[in-house]
């Protein structure tokens, strides 16, 4: 049975903060480069004879929602140093 978006927004949080904790006292230089391993192993899971577009595709979503993150979690983050 497929997974409620919301279950999915769940499992993607779990996730995100678990990553986030391993990461998290680590150069800006060791996080990129663990991240971006595993996006190119996410990209891979996309196979068939359109791989390279649909991999492009796939990427330019990811990235576009990467930027549209960036000031919600730069907030996250600022307010979290301001209650501190």
């Known amino acids: 049975m497929p997974m409620s978006d919301a279950d999915q927004a769940e499992l993607a ?9 391993l990461l998290a006292d680590l150069p800006p230089e060791v996080q990129g480069a663990a991240l971006a ?5 996410w990209l891979v899971g996309f196979q068939g004879p359109n791989a390279a577009d649909v991999r492009a595709t796939h990427l330019a979503v990811h990235l576009a929602q990467v930027i549209a993150l960036v ?3 730069e907030e996250r983050l600022y307010a979290r140093r301001r209650s501190n």
């Open 71 to 73: 000031p919600v979690n």
């Open 13 to 21: 949080l779990d996730r995100r903060n678990k990553i986030h904790a």
């Open 37 to 41: 391993d595993l996006l190119a192993i």
